[in-house]
């Protein structure tokens, strides 16, 4: 038996948190720093690599980083050079979402199919190349920006304004000193999740997130809106292209530039015409995809996370998964993408009494026993049923128990599946 520490604070951590201590192999877990719904928090934030060393060292606790800024500062360099036993790619393999510059010329070098693309660090090539383009762009930093830092552009105008905000506006600070240029693709986007050890990949089940604001895929983008699985535009071909055009590549050629992955690798695919195009990496888990996916997940989340790290993932058998369906819907606070205001107290959580429905909490916090609003994604109603319909209905009956001033969600989670559905 094991104490764990998970960092982080959001609805992802949340539901890793709720799927772990279904392991007998769990004792207690750490959050930090957590928030409102999670237990046993402590105020550490995640980006506090030596006070979290501290406390890691005194618990000797098993750790799994849930968000990529700590694994991009190099977390897991730090820990494992301190003996820890922690789950999450090291620094120089978090490159893969750290830089969308490097991610991208490695997907060239290793023949993994992306958009077309190129790099600036010099505006005045970059607004050439865009005003000499005659395709849709996307505009997109090389650091990460939660985000932010993609602009998909459907002028040319858009293009050359998007341009100046990241590198003469420097909205974006640093992470926006060289930007990637791509050809913009059309089709359906889907997330697409493994765990490896550097050597075995092992698929987590399929996804869809909404990334836009808006129903319909309208708005900007935010960090997802809702998430369901298993989706039906990941058919067994499919699966089998993305795992060998695009899994094993990467890992085979992560392990070639001397920097093993080793984690959960995220590719957020784009599938035009039956193709999956990888529109980026994320070196951890997805949020929202997290909360439905471990709602699936049959197997023991512990037991894999410590092959994993212990590379001996070859001793496993792929994961087990529920045959049912489930559906995650954000709610989030007014103004979300942009400002929002927190501390808003929210009614009807005591209202979600069924086992078929899991609220996890992202940004909330519990003042004297009130929860309240502490961020822009709030919660990540999940619930798991027979068919994605029902599963629909079910999740939207409880998302409209809870409440507080200035909610807002998106009310067509999951309808591509179920368009698709009766396409087929
Ligand atoms: P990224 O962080 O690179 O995945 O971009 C965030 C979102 O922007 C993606 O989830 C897509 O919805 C959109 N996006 C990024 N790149 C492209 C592209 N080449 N074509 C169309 N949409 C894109
Ligand atoms: N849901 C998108 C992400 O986790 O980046």
Same mark, same amino acid.
Request: aromatic share 8%.
């Given at each position: 038996m094991s104490d764990v520490l998970i960092i982080g604070n959001g609805g992802r951590e949340h539901a890793l948190g709720w799927k772990l201590n279904q392991s007998p192999h769990v004792k207690k877990i750490f959050f930090a720093s957590g928030n409102g719904g999670t237990s046993e928090n402590i105020s550490i934030s995640p980006n506090e690599i030596n006070k979290l060393l501290d406390f890691a060292k005194k618990k000797k606790c098993f750790i799994v980083v849930g968000p990529e800024e700590p694994l991009s500062k190099g977390i897991v360099n730090s820990f494992e050079n301190n003996g820890l036993t922690i789950f999450g790619p090291r620094k120089e393999a978090a490159e893969l979402e750290t830089s969308k510059v490097w991610a991208k010329n490695f997907m060239k070098k290793y023949e993994i199919k992306t958009a077309c693309f190129r790099t600036f660090s010099n505006i005045e090539q970059a607004k050439d190349y865009v005003q000499k383009n005659d395709k849709k762009l996307v505009v997109k930093t090389n650091g990460i920006v939660a985000g932010k830092g993609v602009i998909v552009c459907n002028s040319k105008q858009e293009a050359f304004e998007a341009l100046e905000r990241i590198?003469?506006? =420097?909205?974006f600070g640093d992470a926006g000193s060289s930007v990637v240029i791509e050809e913009q693709l059309c089709g359906e986007e889907i997330s697409f999740i493994i765990m490896t050890d550097g050597k075995t990949i092992i698929p987590l089940a399929s996804s869809q997130d909404?990334?836009?604001?808006?129903?319909?895929? =309208?708005g900007p983008n935010t960090g997802g809106m809702g998430a369901y699985s298993p989706t039906p535009l990941v058919d067994e071909k499919l699966h089998d292209k993305i795992m060998i055009n695009i899994m094993q590549k990467t890992i085979s050629g992560m392990n070639n530039e001397n920097r093993k992955f080793r984690g959960f690798l995220y590719a957020g695919i784009m599938i035009k015409d039956g193709e999956p195009y990888v529109l980026e990496f994320n070196v951890r888990m997805g949020d929202p995809e997290c909360q439905p996916i471990m709602m699936r997940m049959g197997s023991d989340l512990y037991k894999y996370m410590e092959y994993c790290v212990n590379d001996k993932l070859d001793e496993l058998e792929y994961m087990r998964w529920s045959k049912r369906s489930a559906v995650c819907v954000v709610m989030a606070s007014k103004g979300y993408p942009r400002n929002y205001e927190k501390g808003k107290k929210i009614t009807g959580l005591d209202k979600i009494i069924t086992n078929t429905v899991s609220v996890f909490h992202a940004g909330t916090a519990c003042n004297d026993g009130q929860i309240v609003t502490n961020g822009g994604r709030v919660f990540g109603v999940t619930a798991v049923g027979n068919g994605i319909e029902n599963t629909i209905k079910n999740v939207y009956n409880a998302v409209s128990k809870i409440t507080w001033d200035g909610v807002y969600y998106r009310t067509d989670i999951g309808k591509k599946a179920l368009m698709y559905l009766t396409k087929i």
């Open positions: 590198m003469v506006r =420097k909205e909404h990334k836009r604001i808006y129903n319909d895929d =309208k």
